[in-house]
């Protein structure tokens, strides 16, 4: 389904993830002697055993929206950035992300008369907030910071994260029960949330599985940092974190080291398409004037298995009555794969096992996934 899609949010709750892409060039603890495959890694937070949600499974940064998030208190400060800073592009130059420059987005602002940001800010926001919760990154930018004529045009390269303040655990634990003092570390710091690093990346609705189960709408977006900050995990909500390269996440999962869900494993094939950390920010770059694709997969259950069928698949179509049933057949799996073509599926042979099969064709600057189709070995 193409980004026109509408949820309602009595049914979806809105939300947002952050998919942080690191050079790797120094070694560490937490590094290997040789390189990544694709020449950079991305950070994957596990979650709490003890959490409702996904417990156990590896996943990007993310939550839920909160009201903070939206709230005008940021309005004048993101709209004062000064105009030769990264932050914001001058009037006169094309925004990137899609995003409007200081002069737009301050019109904005008056017309909702400051009571709250737009979605498209408020969700980068939310995503940026969360990161600092769950992995303690701050994506944040000195109100004061100018760029010097050696640093012209350094917005086309990847960026930095914010040095932690000393008391950073005050601080978290502050945000975690209270989204609105995100906005006071802010101000406490001195900066404004680098909402320019985030590019639009791709959005993921919860399919039907019941009528009791959450859903959720989450808006994708992607980061690149030049080299992997520190990481504090909170201890509450996620126990540990690792930065692996794409392939190396893949092999991971399926040797059970990880548990991805369908989309986080989805997201990983489509990094597998980038062989480098500057090739991967150029995407992102060229990609800012198209809208992200959002997919809200149906399910299939089969005789021995499910899958998850995607916009473009000859089996999906885009009616709501359709979108919201659980398919199922007698057949198994096996034989309606045979029996496709035109193909944009998840088959999940096993919750280790996936197969990902793509013969649709990308739209304009859209990079699909990579196939993959698990050894029959495994199964």
């Not at 008369?113 to 769950?134: G, K, N, S, T």
């Amino acid at each position: 389904m193409s980004g026109s899609l509408r949820t309602d949010p009595k049914i979806w709750r809105q939300a947002a993830t952050l998919v942080l892409a690191a050079g790797w060039t120094r070694l560490g603890a937490a590094a290997s002697s040789l390189p990544p495959a694709e020449g950079f890694r991305v950070l994957l937070l596990q979650r709490s055993a003890r959490q409702s949600f996904m417990p156990g499974a590896h996943v990007f940064p993310g939550g839920v929206l909160e009201a903070a998030d939206r709230s005008g208190r940021l309005a004048a400060p993101l709209c004062a950035a000064p105009r030769a800073s990264p932050l914001w592009p001058g009037p006169s130059a094309a925004p990137a992300n899609n995003l409007p420059g200081t002069t737009l987005l301050a019109a904005r602002c008056r017309r909702r008369r400051a009571a709250a940001l737009p979605d498209d800010v408020a969700l980068r926001i939310c995503a940026i907030r969360e990161a600092f919760e769950e992995s303690g990154v701050l994506l944040l930018r000195p109100r004061g910071a100018r760029q010097s004529p050696e640093s012209q045009g350094s917005a086309s390269e990847p960026d930095c994260a914010l040095e932690l303040p000393l008391d950073v655990s005050t601080w978290r634990t502050r945000v975690r029960g209270d989204a609105r003092h995100f906005l006071d570390l802010c101000v406490h710091l001195d900066c404004t949330p680098n909402i320019w690093a985030l590019h639009d990346w791709s959005g993921w609705v919860t399919p039907f599985m019941s009528e009791t189960r959450h859903r959720f709408d989450v808006n994708f977006f992607l980061c690149c940092l030049r080299e992997p900050p520190p990481i504090q995990t909170d201890l509450v909500e996620v126990v540990s974190y690792q930065w692996s390269s794409p392939s190396e996440a893949t092999a991971s999962f399926l040797s059970k080291e990880i548990w991805l869900a369908p989309p986080q494993f989805y997201e990983i094939r489509r990094l597998e398409n980038f062989a480098s950390l500057s090739n991967l920010h150029k995407f992102c770059l060229e990609h800012a004037s198209e809208r992200a694709q959002r997919w809200l997969p149906i399910i299939c259950i089969t005789a021995d298995g499910m899958i998850q069928l995607f916009p473009g698949d000859e089996l999906y179509l885009e009616d709501p009555e359709y979108l919201e049933k659980v398919l199922s057949t007698e057949k198994k799996t096996e034989e309606i794969m045979k029996e496709g073509k035109k193909l944009h599926r998840l088959v999940r042979h096993h919750s280790h096992y996936y197969s990902l099969h793509v013969t649709v064709q990308s739209k304009g600057k859209h990079i699909y996934p990579k196939n993959y189709v698990v050894n029959k070995s495994h199964l």
